[in-house]
Every structure is written in C-alpha cells, then in structure tokens.
C-alpha cells in the first residue's frame, strides 16, 4: 500500500494522499489479522529466514546447477544464472531515467520494502518474489522501446543505399 503515494500524490495533495494510503493500510491490518488468528494453531512459524542461502548462492554464481529452471517439466535458463540476471540490472540502469518522477518514486518505495524481504527469506534465486517490481521493470521495457523505435524512425531506413548518380 505504501508504494501508491507516488499515484495518489499525482491527484491529491500531501495530506489527502497520506490519508488513502493510511485508510489501505487499514483494510489490509483489519483483514490480515483475523485470518492470522484463524490459522495461528497450525503448526510451523510464520517465517523461515534464508540469508545464509541466498548468501552462498550468490557468491558461488558460476554453479552450473542454478543456471536452468525447470519448471513445469520444460527446461529453460534461469533468470537468477549471472548473464540473464547481469542483463537485468543493467537495462533497470540503462532506462531508468526514462521513468517520469512519479514511477521512480514508487518503484523506490518498493525496492526498498521487497529487496530486504526477498534477500532475508525467500529462497535463493526465485526472483518471482521481487513482485512488487513486476509493474515497474515492465514499464522499463515499454519505455525503452518505445525509445528505441523512435530512435529508430529518426534515422533514414536505408542510409548506406547511395542515391543514383545524375547522368
């Protein structure tokens, strides 16, 4: 919920904003903990801390065995294997002033709720648990090609194509 005051922000001002967003986070507390008291008996705790996995996972990158997810029975290469994961950082990099502010602001907000959350207890290498910024690294891509193809229509289609000499 904290990641929408960038959105509410474009429409409402601070304080109208910071309300909605404490109203949300409300709704999400008021159904959150009766459905936590419901299932409290059941045995297992609420968290499993992965650190020391995702650690080790990410000094030794060059392990073969991470760098192919199978999933579904079909084999494909694995976003978290270094080239692929390499590739993600540096298009967030290279296309990220592109972001209007508003965006930057929110994917921020996000980052800085899911990155810790994901380094401390989610199993290494499932980068599906980045979720939060899905939407933002999807709005990257738009925005880098849409640079890209307007990039590519400044220039002339075929400009090494010499023009016929006049006679």
Known sequence: MFTLYPLFRLRSARLK???GVCVLA???VAVYLPIRHHFAHNPGGT???HIKDMVDFYLHPFRLDTWVDK???L???ALSAP???ILLIWTVWRSWHLLPLWLRRHAQIAAVINIPLWVFFCQPGEL???SLLFITFLLI???SLQEWVQSAKAKPLCSSVSSPAPE
Do not use: M
């Open 26 to 28: 409300t709704v999400c």
């Open 71 to 73: 999933t579904y029975d």
């Open 47 to 49: 968290v499993e801390w």
């Open 83 to 85: 080239i692929p994961f």
């Open 128 to 130: 599906r648990d980045l």
């Open 17 to 19: 904003s910071v309300i």
């Open 75 to 77: 084999t494909f290469p």
């Open 141 to 143: 891509l738009a925005f």
